[in-house]
């Protein structure tokens, strides 16, 4: 199974400040990397698929990068909606696998 | 405009069973695979299993945590995706998703509003 590390855990930021989030596979998932947004008592939202590509409706502040093992969420400048819990999969490889998500809270 | 409702979700006690339903509209069902996850209170998210469509096999994977116990089908005629739940843990307890996959690969472009499953005694 492959083993997805996010990190941080948390990120305080300002709005308007910019926000990057860590992703790290336990092996190489190549570019099979997707990012979901999730708020509270709401399901997840996909964000990002093959590492860098934004689902339709995304904004363009949202923006992946990485392949192999290593990959970033970066969020340009932070607005109320963005603040919420992130989630990096992979679908490399069965069985499909989460991270444990990196909260953006407001500083 | 998409729409994935789950129902079937509530209370139960371990060792009982318990059936999903997850109703489909605003897209033609048969044209995906459909999954399944969950997420146990205040925790992240699991895949629990996913079945391709018809086309592809119809075939199906689970998570070793459910494998044995879940069962997922689908009736594309009425455009509904189940999750057989048996011998249920404690453990179990969670919101479940149903999920639709986006086509070629295993991300996911809509999901449900989730039904809560518990289990306790």
């Known amino acids: 199974e492959i083993v997805m590390t996010q990190s941080p855990a948390t990120l305080s930021v300002s709005p308007g400040e910019r926000a990057t989030l860590f992703c790290r596979a336990s092996?190489?998932?190549?570019?099979?990397l997707a990012w979901y947004q999730q708020k509270p008592g709401q399901a997840p939202r996909l964000l990002i698929y093959?590492?860098?590509t934004r689902a339709t409706g995304i904004p363009a502040r949202f923006s992946g990068s990485g392949s192999g093992t290593e990959f970033t969420l970066t969020i340009s400048s932070l607005q109320s909606e963005d603040f919420a819990v992130y989630y990096c999969q992979q679908y490399n490889n069965w069985p499909l696998t989460f991270g444990g998500g990196t909260k953006v809270e407001i500083k | 405009e998409v729409q994935l409702v789950e129902s079937g979700g509530g209370l139960e006690k371990p060792g009982r069973s318990l059936r999903l339903s997850c109703e489909a509209s605003?897209?033609?069902?048969?044209?995906?695979?459909m999954s399944w996850f969950r997420q146990a209170p205040g925790k992240g998210l699991e895949w629990v299993a996913f079945?391709?469509?018809?086309?592809?096999?119809?075939?199906?994977d689970y998570a070793a945590s459910v494998k044995g116990r879940f069962t997922i089908s689908r009736d594309d005629s009425k455009s509904i995706a189940y999750l057989q739940m048996d011998s249920l843990k404690t453990e179990d307890t969670a919101v479940y998703y149903c999920?639709?996959?986006?086509?070629?690969?295993?991300?996911?472009?809509?999901w449900g509003q989730g039904t809560l499953v518990t289990v306790s005694s």
């Open positions: 092996q190489s998932v190549r570019s099979n």
């Open positions: 605003g897209f033609t069902f048969g044209d995906y695979a």
């Open positions: 079945i391709r469509k018809k086309a592809d096999g119809g075939t199906i």
């Open positions: 999920v639709r996959d986006s086509g070629t690969y295993h991300y996911f472009d809509y």
């Open positions: 093959g590492a860098s």
